[in-house]
C-alpha cells in the first residue's frame, strides 16, 4: 500500500469537494440553467484575479489562454519585448514568432528576476514596442519576476500592453491587475485553482480590450473580440468544458469565502519559506535564492547525486511525485509545489521524504534536520 | 420533484461510472502513470475512428480541432471547398477564411444532404482545390452528407484532403476513416462518446499528414506537427485535460468492449427511426426526411405553434431540455437527441414529454400517438 502524493507545481491535486462537483450531471451550455454558472464562475474569477475588467474562460491548458495573448493582441510585424529566464519565458517569444510578431528578448539567467531597468532600457531604446510579455512567477525555475516595477515602466506609455502569464502567480500571491496596471493575464485551471487542467483564464484591461479590436493575426478559436461580444449574453463563443466550470466555482467558493484569497496567499508563502530553511538546513542549494516563488521551490541537485534516480527513488519507493528541471535544467534540479491544496503536514512529508531519498542515493546529511527545521517553523 | 432531462444532440449524459472515473485523484501528465492512460485513450479512439493512424486529442471543444483542420493542412491563398447546408458548414468557411484561405462554398438547403455529382463538378471546374471541408452529419439541420461518395471523388487526386466534421458521426454510424480514405476527421467528447465537453479529436491519414508539414497559416496551441512528433513519446504537447481522459477510457471501455461499436450504431439508428415514425404519426414534419442523421432529429414546429413557448414548456414544466434551431433554423424546428446514452424507454418517454407539451400549446393531435408508435418499434 504505497500511498501517492503529488507534488508537481501543477497539476496539484483537486480537493475531494471539487472533485465530487465534476461528477455533477452535466447540462447545456445554451439552456438556462448555464447562466448562474457561468455569472458565478466570472464573477469569482474577478475577484481572484483583482480586477473589475472581464476574466475569458477558454476550453484549453494555459498555453491556450497564452496563444489568445498573442494572436488577438499583436498583428504581424508589431515588435514585442519578451523577458526570457526560462521555459515559459521561451514559449512567449516562439508564440510570437509562430505569428510573425518581431521580438527583443531580455535574457536572464535561469533562477533569477529580470532587472527592471533593463526593460526600461528596452523600452528607450526601441519606442516601437507594443507589448512586454513577462511571466510574474517562471515556473521551470521558481523564480519571480517583478511585475509591480516592470508595470510601473510600461505604464509610461497608454499604447503599450503588459502581459503577464500568472498561471503561478494568481491565487498564490498578491498580484493586482487592476491595481498595478496589468493588461493581460494569464491563469489556468491546475494551478492555484486546485483543480485538474482543461480551463485557461485570460484578464483583459480596456487597453488590451482596445488592442483586441486592432489585432490581424489569423485565429479562429481563440477569438477575443468574439468571447467578449458573447460575456454580456453569459455565453462563450464555443461549447465551454462544462464539467470543470461545475469544479471552479467549489474551488472559488473554498478559496475565495471559506479560506480568504489573503490567508492562501499567506499559506502559501509560509510553506515556501519553511521549505527553503528546510532545504537550506540539509546542505541544499536553492536554484532561485534572490526571487523565489512561493507557487514552488526549485532546489538543485547536490554534486555527485544522480537527478534522475533520485527522483525515481522518491516516486517508486516513497510514492511522491515532484518535478523535474524543463529545458537545460532536465535532470539538474528538484522541484515542489506548494501553490494549491498543501498544508503543513503535506510539506513536512514531503521533505521528509526528500531526506530519505537523498540519504538512499548516498547523500550524506543529518536526516530529519530538514523535516525538525519546517516543523518548527511551520508550528503556528 | 421535477425530473430534468437532457436531449439536446450533445452534450448528452454522461453515465455515472463516467462521471466517477472522472472524479479520480489527479497525475502529472509527465509522470510514468500517465503512459497507460494516454495510450489507452488513443488505442481506443483509433478503433472508434477505424484507423490505423493516429487520432490527436486537445483540450479543446469540437471547434478547436476544426480550427487546427484548417490551419495546419492548408496555406494562405490555398483554395478550399466548403459543403455549406448548415451552421456548421458556415463554420467551415469562417474558419478557411480566417487563415486567409480561398473558399468556393457549395450552398446546399439546409436539411438536405449535398449531390456528390456537384463536388465532382467544382472539383473538375477548380482543379487547384487543395481540400474538401464537410460535415459528415450536419449537427444543425440533422442531416447527413454522403460521404462515402464524396470521398471517392476526392479521392481522384493524390494531392487533395477531404476533411470531414464528424464531432456528430463518430460513434454514431458507420464512418470506416481508412476504408473510405477520409484525411482529417474530427470528433468532440460531449457527443456519441457521452462525456463531458472538453476534448476534441482529430484523425489524420497519411497524406494528410503530408500536408500538415507543408502547411505555412500561423498557429501555437494547435500544432499538429508538434502533436505528431509527441504521440510517439506517449505524450501531448501541451497539458492535456487529465480528468476528462480518466473520463474517455472508461466510456471507449463501454462503447467499444461492453456494448460494441456495431451494436451502439444499431442502437441509435433504431432510436433515431422510431423517433421519426413517432413524430410523422402526430403529424410533424422532419427537417431532413430524405437524408436523417441517426444523431438527432430535427421536427419543423408545426405551424400556429409557437416554438419557444413549446421549448420552454418542454424544460420548465416537464424537464426535458431539446435543442433549438440554430442560425436561421432558431425557434423554427426542436432537435431530440439519439447518439450517446440514451436508450428505449429515454426516446419514448421524450416522444411523449413532445406530445404533452404540444397539446399544452394547442396543438391538436391524437395524444399518445407518438409514443404508441414508438412503443411498438422499439419492442425488441
Not at 222 to 239: M, Y
Not at 296 to 319: F, I, K, S, Y
Amino acid at each position: 500500500m504505497l500511498k501517492t502524493r503529488l507534488f508537481t507545481p501543477g497539476p496539484v491535486p483537486v480537493p475531494d469537494r471539487v472533485r465530487l462537483a465534476m461528477a455533477q450531471p452535466i447540462l447545456h451550455h445554451r439552456a438556462a440553467d448555464f447562466i448562474p454558472l457561468f455569472r458565478a464562475c466570472r464573477e469569482g474569477l474577478q475577484r481572484i484575479y483583482q480586477t473589475q475588467g472581464p476574466v475569458l474562460l477558454f476550453a484549453a491548458s494555459g498555453t491556450g489562454a497564452m496563444d489568445a495573448a498573442v494572436s488577438n493582441l499583436l498583428s504581424p510585424g508589431d515588435h514585442a519585448l519578451v523577458v526570457r529566464g526560462g521555459k515559459f519565458g521561451e514559449r512567449w517569444d516562439e508564440i510570437c514568432r509562430a505569428y510573425g510578431v518581431r521580438t527583443t528578448c531580455l535574457d536572464v539567467e535561469w533562477g533569477t528576476a529580470v532587472d527592471p531597468a533593463r526593460v526600461a532600457d528596452a523600452l528607450a531604446q526601441a519606442p516601437d514596442i507594443k507589448a512586454v510579455y513577462v511571466q510574474a512567477s517562471e515556473t521551470s525555475t521558481a523564480a519571480c519576476h517583478p511585475v509591480r516595477e516592470i508595470a510601473e515602466i510600461v505604464r509610461e506609455s497608454d499604447e503599450r500592453l503588459l502581459v503577464v502569464d500568472a498561471i503561478t502567480a494568481i491565487g498564490v500571491y498578491d498580484l493586482p491587475m487592476d491595481a498595478w496596471g496589468l493588461d493581460a493575464v494569464v491563469s489556468g485551471s491546475q494551478k492555484a485553482f486546485m483543480m485538474p487542467p482543461g480551463l485557461a483564464f485570460l484578464g483583459l484591461s480596456e487597453r488590451a480590450q482596445r488592442f483586441v479590436e486592432r489585432s490581424t493575426c489569423p485565429h479562429y478559436y481563440f477569438n477575443l473580440k468574439k468571447e467578449l461580444k458573447a460575456l454580456p449574453t453569459d455565453q462563450t463563443s464555443w461549447t465551454p468544458a462544462v464539467s470543470l466550470l461545475f469544479g471552479l466555482v467549489e474551488t472559488l467558493r473554498i478559496i475565495l469565502d471559506e479560506v480568504g484569497l489573503e490567508e492562501t496567499w499567506r499559506r502559501t508563502e509560509k510553506l515556501a519559506q519553511a521549505t527553503r530553511e528546510a532545504m537550506r538546513a540539509i546542505g541544499l542549494e536553492l536554484l532561485a535564492p534572490d526571487a523565489p516563488s512561493p507557487a514552488c521551490t526549485a532546489v538543485r541537485v547536490p554534486e555527485g547525486v544522480d537527478g534522475p534516480a533520485l527522483r525515481t527513488h522518491l516516486r517508486d519507493q516513497l510514492g511522491f511525485t515532484l518535478a523535474d528541471g524543463q529545458g537545460k535544467l532536465k535532470g539538474k534540479i528538484l522541484r515542489l509545489a506548494h501553490l494549491g491544496y498543501y498544508d503543513r503536514f503535506d510539506t513536512i512529508a514531503c521533505i521528509a521524504a526528500i531526506e530519505m531519498a537523498l540519504a538512499a542515493v548516498g547523500y550524506v546529511h543529518k536526516l530529519g534536520e530538514g523535516a525538525r527545521t519546517a516543523t518548527e517553523l511551520l508550528r503556528d
